[in-house]
Nanobody, 124 residues
Framework: VQLQAFGGGLVQAGGSLRLPCAAF????????VGWFRQAPGKEREYVAS????????RYADSVKGRFAISRDNAKNTRYLQMNSLKPEDTAVYYC??????????????????WGQGTLVTVSS
């Protein structure tokens, strides 16, 4: 099983990026998919997740209204659309797949498979 997150880069504050996450030997439509991020010197934190059915998307308060998670089952890919980026969004972003119970949806321990991470740098 392999997850690949990509699309990171350098962007100015206020700009946008879209991060795709592709899965190999894993069918995304049978897993909850989450996005997490880790800034330098900080712990990994939850960003967003989308349910197995795709009907429920959840977001951390820090990104709500600016980020959107979506899916393309035909391409077996999940996306994190990031708008109105801020310097504090600078981090390595990871996608993950798992079958977390409700109380673990926002916790990294709830996810089994992880991508390698992609760096997003937002300049002020």
């Amino acid at each position: 099983v392999q997850l690949q997150a990509f699309g990171g880069g350098l962007v100015q504050a206020g700009g946008s990026l879209r991060l795709p996450c592709a899965a190999f030997d894993l069918t995304f439509s049978t897993y909850t998919v989450g996005w997490f991020r880790q800034a330098p010197g900080k712990e990994r934190e939850y960003v967003a997740s989308i349910s197995v059915s795709g009907g429920i998307a959840r977001y951390a308060d820090s990104v709500k209204g600016r980020f959107a998670i979506s899916r393309d089952n035909a391409k077996n890919t999940r996306y994190l659309q990031m708008n109105s980026l801020k310097p504090e969004d600078t981090a390595v972003y990871y996608c993950a797949a798992g079958r977390p119970i409700f109380s673990y949806i926002r916790h990294s321990n709830g996810y089994t498979y992880w991508g390698q991470g992609t760096l997003v740098t937002v300049s002020s």
